[in-house]
């Protein structure tokens, strides 16, 4: 078997490669190659592979069926690109219960604001940020994001509340004025 970066390559001298069972499994199995070689292991680099929930699912579940039927872990491990020890795991899981091989979607970056989410925080902001517990009324994007912590349980970075703040409601950030401790209102005044 001839292997660069991708699928396997079929030498015609290769004779196990060539038999019925192995192409079969071939066709049924998804396979997964790592992105770059390692030092002659096709070992995971430990992030999720490639595929589609479903696929993934679908691949775990042909491998028990095919391990039930006596098919060489080893073989079946070099199609998919995984190590033995992952197929006795499925095949654990399968043993102990079926749903364990259930597909499970990839969980993904939490979802934007809705347009409700967004219109109920717009009516929040011009009551000022006296109204929610601070000393002065200016909205910085640290106390915006307070606010979307408190009123709808979603924790934003200070820049990603910044950058609702400036882009989907059109406001620009306010900064609390600092003042000097030393500060003489009277003379100001005057």
Known sequence: MIREFGPPVFAASTSSYTS????KLLQLLTPSWPKKHLGGLRR???MRPIGTAD???RRRRRAVELMQQGESPTVIAR???????????WLGMAKDSPEALAARPHPGPTPRPSDERLRELEDLLPRGARAHGWPNDPWSAQRVAEVIRRRFGV??????????IRRRL??????????AKQRNEEGIAR
């Open 20 to 23: 019925p069972m192995y192409l």
């Open 79 to 89: 199609i998919l690109g995984v190590c033995r020890t992952s197929l006795y795991r």
């Open 170 to 179: 059109n406001r620009a950030g306010q900064r609390p004025q600092r003042r």
């Open 55 to 57: 696929e993934l699912e």
């Open 155 to 164: 924790t934003y970075h200070v820049e990603h509340a910044r950058k609702l």
């Open 44 to 46: 995971s680099t430990g």
